[in-house]
């Protein structure tokens, strides 16, 4: 019962991910913290930061929820939900996206998803940025590598280091 709620879950995210795992960050946390209580928001924050910090793509997080939630096997099943029904999509849609590439619904489209994708990931930052008990010092040290971001022309290990520095110290 539990792997099929896995594969449901996030199937369904993995439908409304524009801008990959980080943008639907705040539903899975919702999702998985307050209504299927696989794990606390401690441990889910824990579990994203270790899916961030391993080498490779951003939906490692799914992984862990799943072997949180039901061992390798849910590991299994959360990663094969989260990566085939956003494949199929995307293979039918890039058909549909070449064939019509001169459509001025396309051009619309390509307009309205590029804001859609970073409101989508900031909340997903403000998901990890406020634990059970705000910190101002996460949103200092956020707040500061966004405007470092922005403004800073280095390379952004260096302020992704920093950022990692001044949590270590501040917290």
Known sequence: MI?????????????IAF???????????????DV???????????????????PG??????????????GLTGAIVALLAVCAPAAV?????AGL??????????IAIQRAIAPLVVGLTL????????????DWRLWTIAAASATAFLTLKINPLWILA?????????L
């Not at 401690?42 to 961030?52: T, V």
């Not at 909340?123 to 705000?134: D, K, L």
């Not at 920093?162 to 501040?170: R, S």
Request: aromatic share 12%; charged share 10%.
């Open 123 to 134: 909340s997903g930052g403000y998901v990890i940025c406020t634990p059970e008990t705000p």
């Open 19 to 33: 801008g990959g795992m980080p943008a639907v960050m705040p539903e899975m946390q919702r999702l998985v913290v």
């Open 36 to 54: 299927k209580g696989w794990t606390t928001h401690a441990e889910f924050i824990q579990l994203f930061a270790i899916a961030q910090a391993a």
């Open 97 to 106: 996206w070449e064939r019509f590439k001169e459509s001025p619904w396309r």
């Open 3 to 15: 792997l099929a709620d896995i594969a449901v879950t996030f199937g369904v995210l993995s439908l």
């Open 162 to 170: 920093a950022g990692g520095t001044a949590g270590a110290f501040l």
């Open 57 to 70: 793509p951003n939906v490692l997080i799914v992984s862990l929820v799943g072997w949180r939630a039901a």
């Open 89 to 93: 999509l995307s293979w039918w849609i």
